[in-house]
């Protein structure tokens, strides 16, 4: 991967190794199950973790319809559609998969601006994509995903600080 350092004097191999430790890093995260205690009621807004493959380290907001059991439940995705693109998509997902909708950045993101080798999340393709600022040019933000290998330009307003859900409670990593 090509180094992106508009106006940094990080060397390639400097560069490259800072994004290969937090590439560690990030997939540790996106790989591993939700841990969460809380339980989910009808109407809660959540954010699904996908486990499949090359989907891994995206999340998409949904809405929980039922409870199945103690583990399971049956929710209703916001912005993913059936085959036919007929309806919103409707899955069974375990509470490993779940957490609650992160809180709003909106608020202080005008405040705050990205830097290189921060974590992020970029909403593409209907979800919330998690990876690393890896270079800087101009307004473009490229962000590096180290689960598809992907190194993508965006725009600073799809961009969100990426948090984690531990111990019940929000972590901005």
Do not use: C
């Amino acid at each position: 991967m090509a180094s992106i350092n508009e106006g940094k004097n990080y060397s390639e191999e400097d560069h490259q190794s800072r994004i290969a430790k937090i590439s560690r890093t990030v997939k540790r995260i996106a790989f591993k199950k939700q841990e969460t205690t809380k339980t989910f009621q009808k109407g809660d807004d959540v954010e699904v973790a996908s486990q499949e493959y090359g989907f891994i380290g995206s999340y998409y907001k949904a809405t929980i319809i039922s409870s199945i059991d103690n583990n399971k439940y049956w929710v209703e995705y916001t912005s993913l559609l059936t085959d036919d693109e007929s309806a919103p998509l409707k899955g069974v997902v375990t509470a490993s998969e779940l957490r609650p909708l992160p809180p709003e950045q909106y608020e202080t993101m005008s405040e705050k601006e990205f830097f290189l080798y921060d974590m992020v999340d970029v909403f593409a393709n209907d979800g919330w994509w998690f990876g690393i600022i890896s270079g800087i040019i101009g307004q473009e933000y490229y962000v590096y995903f180290p689960t598809t290998t992907d190194n993508i330009a965006y725009p600073s307003n799809v961009l969100r600080f990426h948090q984690e859900w531990l111990n019940e409670k929000w972590i901005l990593l």
